[in-house]
């Protein structure tokens, strides 16, 4: 059956109904107030649903068909509608004989039942005139014109930056922070709520949130009965580009600008926006980007932001950053939810104290570091079959040194799988450094040892970084070997 089908099947039998109730209304004596309040109910729902099959004859027809919760709110509707008409129409009996023989009728509900029917009623309700304000606020175009709109918004590739972590991320790690109770909390509330991830450097504080961004993305891609918002962005202090706040609400303003699972629609006021910054030759400015995400917040359901690293962002722009969540959150009319990892700076912990948050131990990584371990062990070409205790003794001393550090984990685990004899491996497991510090000054001290000409391009790229205005990107980074051959 299709949406309009459906639509004039529940008016037809809340229509049905509402005959039920008049006639009870008639025939109980001191009919009681239930009645009235059910058919009020009854009322309202057959208005919204009225209004719903005047559009579904106009030119949201195609969206409103295709919408999957007034589908399903259509459904569940109408089982619940023909449950109360059985039970007004069997408990009555025949309606016609208690007129003819002039005795009275018995209202069949029970107060109780009255109320969770009424409760039930206005739920699909509201469900209804959210389908009908979704869809009215969206727009079907063409590809062409869809992705020119977007990259205008945002050229961030976010989706890029966010299967690079997700691949490095070693399988069936992070979930303890999924089944963290307050993570739970934070994830189930129906009201506005920030949770807060925070954890000295290297203890996996990115790859968590890859995984988070992971979980709500499944969650949306199965399809929920409610409209979701839902948008995330990596922060990274290499590139300028990523640590900019322009950089970020417009990346958000982006990702909520389509509908999950209906991508060739956006929203109707962002293509004017565009329109008419096209004919001003204006960008899209933060307090474009503020209004429509707010715009879009109070669209959908419900809506969740998440943002990694805000620590790697210039101390002002963090400022500015978090100033602008703050105001999401007092001017969202919807559920909003945030998430923030971060480094524990004394400004961002003072923003955050009063908000659910986990800061990481060591004791949460342990599992993680051990399997993080074990997965290079055994996809190393040269030693993927070394003995199970030399294995052991491995996982066992990294995990017990690491301290809850997977970067600590990652560079000692690379150092041991590059030595060439068991002996070189157990000696090297008598004498890691302790802490990153330690780290980084064995291998810079290895370097030092080398060959001259390595150590020379070592230096010059040493201090191309620690002299230059801003972070280097990436690709400028690579271009430092080269330079490292010019003469002086």
Known sequence: MDAAASVIAVVQITEQILTLCYTYAKGVKDAPADIERLKRELKDLNAVLNGAEEL??????????TSQKLSTSLKECTAELETLSLKLVTKSGDLHQHWFSRSRLKWPLEKEEVNKTIESLHRHRANFNTSLTINQAFERIEDDERNRI???????QYGEHHDTVRDKRTPDTCEWLIQRETFRQWEDKNTALI???????GTGKTFLTSRVIDRIQSRLDAGTKTKEGFAFFYCNRNEDIRRNPLSVFQSYARQLAAVAGQPKLVQKQLRSLWQESRTKAQKFGMESCKTQILASINLYDRTTLVLDALDECELASRIVVMDTIKLLLSRATKPLYVFVSSRPENHIRKFFHHMPNVEIQATDNSEDIKKFVHAEVVRHPNWHDMPTELRDDIERTILTQSQGMF???????????????????????GKLPIGLKSTYDE???????GDDHDKAIADRAFMWVA????????????????LAFVGD
């Open 56 to 65: 579904l004859k106009g030119p949201h027809k195609e969206k409103l068909s």
């Open 407 to 429: 970067q600590w984990a990652y560079l000692q685990i690379n150092q041991i799988l590059g030595l060439q004899t068991q002996a070189a491996i157990r000696n090297r497991l």
């Open 195 to 201: 949770m807060w991830l925070s954890g000295s450097p």
């Open 443 to 449: 291998i810079y001290n290895q370097i030092s040892s």
């Open 150 to 156: 977007l990259d205008w918004m945002s050229p961030i």
């Open 467 to 482: 002299c230059a205005i801003k972070p280097l990107s990436d690709k400028a980074a690579e271009q430092l070997e080269i």
